[in-house]
Nanobody, 123 residues
Framework: QVQLVESGGGLVQAGGSLRLSCAAS????????MGWFRQAPGKERDFVAT????????DYANSVKGRFTISRDNAKNTVYLQMNSLKPEDTAVYYC????????????????WGQGTQVTVSS
C-alpha cells in the first residue's frame, strides 16, 4: 500500500511563497516519476509539474513556469514544490501523485494520489 502525505499548504498573501512537501512510503520511491496537480473549486484537477525518477528532467504547466520549482530527494522519499510569486489564481487543493513510469506523470498515468493540501492566496 503506497501512501503519499502532503504538507506545507496554508494561507499566504499574493506575492508570497510556500513550499509543499510530499512524503512517500509503501514502495520503492526512486524508480518512479512524481508530479503535482491542483484542483480549484468547481474545476477539474489540473497538471502543475512533474519530475523524472532522477530529478534531472522536469516539466511545468505554462501558468506556473518561472514561479514554481519541483524537486525530489530520493534518499528521503520526498518530492517538493517550491511556489514563489503566488497569485490568487493559484488557490487550490494541491495533490501529490506517483506515476506508473520513470519519465513523467500526467493525469492519465497516475498510480497513487495523496490526500491533498489546501493553498489559499489572498489578494
Amino acid at each position: 500500500q503506497v501512501q503519499l502525505v502532503e504538507s506545507g499548504g496554508g494561507l499566504v498573501q499574493a506575492g508570497g511563497s510556500l513550499r509543499l512537501s510530499c512524503a512517500a512510503s509503501g514502495r520503492t520511491f526512486s524508480p518512479y516519476a512524481m508530479g503535482w496537480f491542483r484542483q480549484a473549486p468547481g474545476k477539474e484537477r489540473d497538471f502543475v509539474a512533474t519530475i523524472n525518477w532522477s530529478g534531472r528532467s522536469t516539466d511545468y504547466a505554462n501558468s506556473v513556469k518561472g514561479r514554481f520549482t519541483i524537486s525530489r530527494d530520493n534518499a528521503k522519499n520526498t518530492v517538493y514544490l517550491q511556489m514563489n510569486s503566488l497569485k490568487p489564481e493559484d488557490t487550490a487543493v494541491y495533490y501529490c501523485a506517483q506515476g506508473n513510469n520513470y519519465q513523467a506523470v500526467s493525469n492519465d498515468d497516475v498510480d497513487y494520489w495523496g490526500q491533498g493540501t489546501q493553498v489559499t492566496v489572498s489578494s
